[in-house]
């Protein structure tokens, strides 16, 4: 990527805290490759249509993480009607699955003083008896990716909080399902994204049968992270490599 100074560049990949700078988690792994980003170009059409739908997409992700954390908190949120689905979903899985948050965890920032790396946490929660690191994705799977984010944000909180052991991953998504065959389609970021079955054929010709959008949620937990943190400390020091450069004139290196 092209930084125009060197306050561009900190400004876009870290953050400053009590008076030093350091790179952002989601930033460092970044730096692996992402062979679905390819189709999903390809499949768009143009980089500048993939952005709008990427730039979308992370708008209405802030809103349900919004959502889900006043839910988290107990509040009551004012929420986008499109939203309801995922909100309803939520409501419904809270009421047989205990996920029991302190507010005060919610959106904390961290640092790793030692590896000199920051982030954000979505939050801690306790879950089952167990504490740990809960992490929110609105994506339409669990991606492997995830396991690297989640790792350092244990092996960063781990020092403060000794009892955190795990991580999970929240998904939360929506969806509509086609009445007459097993197609389902999911709206993300203003473009409209449809997976047939091989019941579809027919179906496809004549036009499906969208019935109302239902949300989904899916609570998955990844023990064991010491593997996926040695893989994103590699991906730090490839990133600093690759930005050498900022990073001397930004004082890091
Ligand atoms: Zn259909």
């Known amino acids: ?57 992370a708008e209405e992700g802030t809103k349900v993480h919004e959502a889900i954390e006043a839910i988290m908190k107990g509040e009551e949120p004012v929420y986008e009607d499109w939203l309801k689905p995922s909100v309803t979903a939520f409501k419904n899985f809270l009421s047989f699955q205990n996920i029991k948050v302190v507010p ?45 984010q989640t790792a350092a944000y244990i092996a960063a909180l781990g020092k403060e909080f000794p009892k955190l052991t795990t991580r999970w991953i929240l998904r ?14 999911r709206t993300k970021g203003g473009r409209e994204k449809i997976k047939t079955a091989s019941s579809s054929k027919k179906c496809e010709a004549e036009g499906h049968e969208w019935q109302d959008t239902k949300g989904i949620i899916e609570l998955k937990e990844f023990p064991f992270w010491r593997d996926d943190y040695g893989a994103f400390l590699a991906a730090k020091k490839l990133w600093e490599w690759e930005n050498d450069y900022w990073l001397r004139q930004a004082g890091y290196l």
């Not at 790793?112 to 167990?130: C, M, N």
């Not at 939360?172 to 389609?185: G, H, L, V």
Request: glycine share 6%; proline share 3%; charged share 30%.
């Open 1 to 57: 990527m092209w930084y125009k100074d060197v306050k561009q560049f900190k400004e876009v990949s870290g953050y400053e805290i009590d008076g030093k700078w350091y790179p952002r988690v989601t930033r460092i792994i970044s730096i692996k490759s992402k062979p679905a980003l390819d189709i999903f170009y390809e499949q768009v059409g143009s980089i500048s249509a993939a952005k709008e739908i990427t730039n979308k997409s």
């Open 104 to 148: 005060e965890h919610i959106e904390r920032r961290f640092v790793h003083p030692d590896e000199r790396y920051a982030g954000t946490i979505d939050t801690l929660a306790t879950i089952d008896g167990k504490f740990g690191v809960l992490d929110i994705k609105t994506s339409a799977a669990i991606y492997r990716d995830y396991n690297m």
């Open 172 to 185: 939360i998504d929506q969806t509509q399902s086609c009445a007459k065959c097993k197609a389902t389609m």
